[in-house]
């Protein structure tokens, strides 16, 4: 399964729209887009569209183990969760533990813009679901921003999420995120990411292009 999406929503009602564009023996492929009314011009404006590739499993000769963890990660015990900064962080920080085990926090001036930790809810839900999984591995902030010395806008322009497996285990495991920034220069920066479960069995691939202000 595969999903791409062009965000720039933001706080407030919406309309979501889904078009079935493909329906094959073993494949789907479906957009959606998301509509909100816009408060300088009263219009309602398309703020998302997500493309979607839904596909069974089918018999073939190719079977490779996906990649595991680079190295051993720390103990997510051992670390600080980012805080939450009511008119500084975003709010859904509230709900989120995120633990950075290497790289920085952004707008510290760091020489890298590759970074790893850990995320969960700091709520567990009952299980974690496609939905919950989504919202957990989008909640990171993009990790170039921690290249800047200064608080400054950054826009994601396309992220592109690939399910290597079902998001499965206990509800309140930290999740393992490893990004790489792939390259960065002329305000735009691009990188991929790869989600594990706490055992280190890979889960996800997410991928990223980012506008940055600054």
């Known amino acids: 399964m595969g999903s791409e999406m062009c965000i720039r929503d933001s706080p407030g009602p919406a309309r979501v729209e889904s078009i079935l564009l493909r329906q094959g023996s073993s494949a789907t492929q479906t957009e959606t887009r998301l509509w909100q009314r816009d408060e300088r011009t009263g219009e309602e404006t398309i703020r998302g569209v997500q493309l979607s590739a839904y596909g069974l499993p089918r018999a073939s000769a190719v079977d490779l183990p996906a990649a595991r963890p680079a190295q051993a990660p720390p103990d997510p015990d051992r670390l600080v969760a980012l805080p939450c900064l009511p008119g500084f962080t975003p709010d859904f920080f509230a709900h989120v533990d995120l633990r950075v085990a290497s790289g920085s926090v952004p707008f510290t001036g760091s020489p890298t813009g590759d970074l790893s930790g850990y995320m969960r809810f700091r709520d567990a839900p009952r299980r974690v679901d496609l939905p919950h999984f989504i919202a957990l591995v989008d909640a990171w902030p ?34 393992l995120y490893e990004v790489v920034t792939d390259a960065a220069h002329d305000g735009y920066a691009h990188s991929h990411a ?14 990223q292009s980012i506008a940055i202000f600054g």
């Open 194 to 207: 790869r989600v594990f479960t706490a055992t280190g069995d890979p889960v996800a691939i997410s991928r």
């Open 142 to 175: 993009p990790a170039v921003g921690q290249c800047l010395r200064f608080p400054a806008a950054m826009s994601t322009q396309t992220w592109t999420l690939e399910l290597l497996a079902e998001p499965t285990g206990p509800a309140d495991q930290h999740w």
